[in-house]
């Protein structure tokens, strides 16, 4: 039991410095990443599709990261925005690593990305422990999904930096009890903002876009309290003090309902160090971004 924990520890510990590193590479671009996760058929891809539409309008440099474990659907869907899009398939694995996404960015992400929004295989257990290097995470959750989503799992809204409800033209018709779902939410992540969408009806259009713009112009970003509650565990274990106010794009707890394959370990040299990165404050260029729309507009890759 004791080497499995380790084994987790030490994959977890070189995600946290390679997403690390990533973020202050991407920040240092003035790119802000989003890193988009919920259950499958939650109606991410519709939403997120409605935002890249909508951004790319507004003359936004905006890119966006797909990953399943097969078929390149999503990818078509994302490229009818107009927008650079690139599907990574992960052959099975339930989750993108830092690591992984890095090498998919390298000589593909345009240099004037603003906005990078990450769409992370469909699964709220496996990619909660893993930090991208994001400056927002945002998770959402349809209204067939259940009020009691955030309580069945808590590591993923527990961290979340922004709750998205999808699908609400049809709240009435499945019963959906918005005021028990934000109680629940509240619950596991006081404080986090809770918005309503429909990607059929536009109802919270462009709210993706204009809190990634916010954040990476650094207005402040809502810090979960299991966050906080992780670094003060590390922090005390390495005898360092926290400052509540160093606030960085993500945060995670390395969850106890969390089960990684032994086959993806990476290695134990690490030191499990917490290390933040602000979100950059840059003006917005002003330039158009426009990409040729046709499905050539997707690159595709495996891991």
């Not at 890095?102 to 906005?115: M, V």
């Amino acid at each position: 039991m004791c080497r499995v924990v380790d084994l987790q520890q030490a994959v977890l510990a070189k995600n946290d410095a390679c997403a690390h590193t990533l973020r202050e590479d991407l920040a240092a671009r003035g790119t802000a990443v989003v890193n988009l996760l919920s259950s499958p058929g939650s109606g991410k891809t519709a939403l997120l599709e409605r935002e890249l539409t909508l951004a790319r309008s507004r003359g936004i440099p905006v890119a966006a990261l797909t990953a399943d474990l097969a078929t390149e659907n999503d990818a078509v869907r994302l490229a009818r925005s107009g927008v650079p899009v690139k599907q990574v398939l992960t052959d099975g694995l339930c989750h993108l690593e830092a690591e992984m996404l890095g090498g998919h960015l390298h000589g593909w992400l345009p240099a004037d990305t603003r906005l990078l929004f990450i769409e992370n295989v469909g699964n709220l257990v496996c990619p909660a422990s893993y930090d991208l290097g994001e400056t927002l995470r945002i998770v959402l959750a349809s209204v067939t999904e259940g009020e009691d989503k955030p309580l069945k799992y808590p590591t993923a809204f527990g961290l979340a930096h922004l709750v998205v409800v999808t699908k609400t033209d049809i709240a009435e018709a499945v019963s959906f009890d918005e005021a028990e779902f934000r109680a629940n939410v509240e619950r596991i992540n006081p404080g986090v903002e809770v918005v309503l969408t429909s990607a059929r009806r536009g109802e919270g259009d462009g709210v993706l876009v204009d809190r990634a713009l916010a954040a990476r112009d650094g207005a402040p970003v809502h810090i979960p309290v299991m966050t906080r509650k992780s670094h003060h565990v590390h922090d005390a274990e390495e005898g360092q003090p926290h400052d509540e106010g160093h606030v960085h794009g993500e945060g995670h707890s390395h969850a106890k309902d969390h089960s990684h394959h032994g086959d993806h370990s990476h290695g134990t040299d690490h030191s499990h160090r917490r290390e933040h990165a602000h979100a950059p404050r840059a003006q917005d260029s002003g330039r158009p971004h426009t990409t040729d729309p046709d499905p050539d507009t997707v690159a595709s890759s495996r891991s």
